[in-house]
Each structure stands twice: as structure tokens, then as C-alpha cells.
């Protein structure tokens, strides 16, 4: 479980039961720190890369996120259109959730 993601799961609970039940299980995973300077200086490479193709990216969260699990080889398990286009040009490998 990455941190950005651990943030971005945490933040869309509304209720504060649901939130510490939620981190309670999260915190099981094996935890990762998604960001740092190569990976930062990384994901700006991979927004311009994409912007050059006419390729918006959203948001800084998702272009860390994405770069993170290209560099170390992990899978990203998502249902967001966001991370389509990390996919089909930059190499991110993703889990088939059925979308």
C-alpha cells in the first residue's frame, strides 16, 4: 500500500468509524513511501512526456503514483481513467479489475 494511495483512500471516507476501521486494515499491508526526489523528478518527466503527446494528467498524485509503480515494477490495481494513459505510453502495469 503506497502512501499517496493510503491518503487518497483514507480522505474519501466520511464517516470517522469508517476512516479508523479503514486505516486499522490498510495498516496490515505492507506499507511503501511512493515519493522522494528520483521518483518526483521522474514523474515530471512522465507529465511532460505525456503533455508533449497532447496527454493531460489530472493530478500530481496520480503522475507519482503511476511513475512509482513503473520504476519498482509494481502493479497498480485501479478504476480510474486517469491511469490509462500511463499505461499505454509510459509501460505501467496494471491488475484487470474488470472495468
Known amino acids: 500500500m503506497g502512501d499517496l494511495i493510503l491518503a487518497e483512500v483514507l480522505r474519501g471516507l466520511k464517516e470517522d468509524r469508517g476512516f479508523s476501521e479503514a486505516r486499522r486494515l490498510l495498516g496490515r499491508l505492507e ?3 511512493f515519493c522522494g526526489q528520483d ?4 514523474a515530471a518527466r512522465h507529465y511532460r512526456r505525456l503533455r508533449a503527446q497532447s496527454v493531460t494528467v489530472r493530478g500530481a498524485n496520480d503522475a507519482i503514483i503511476a511513475t512509482r509503480c513503473v520504476i519498482s515494477g509494481y502493479r497498480l490495481l485501479h478504476s480510474d481513467r486517469d491511469f490509462d494513459p500511463f499505461e499505454k505510453h509510459l509501460g505501467l502495469r496494471v491488475v484487470d479489475c474488470g472495468r
Open 39 to 42: 521518483v518526483a523528478v521522474q
Open 31 to 33: 506499507q511503501v513511501a
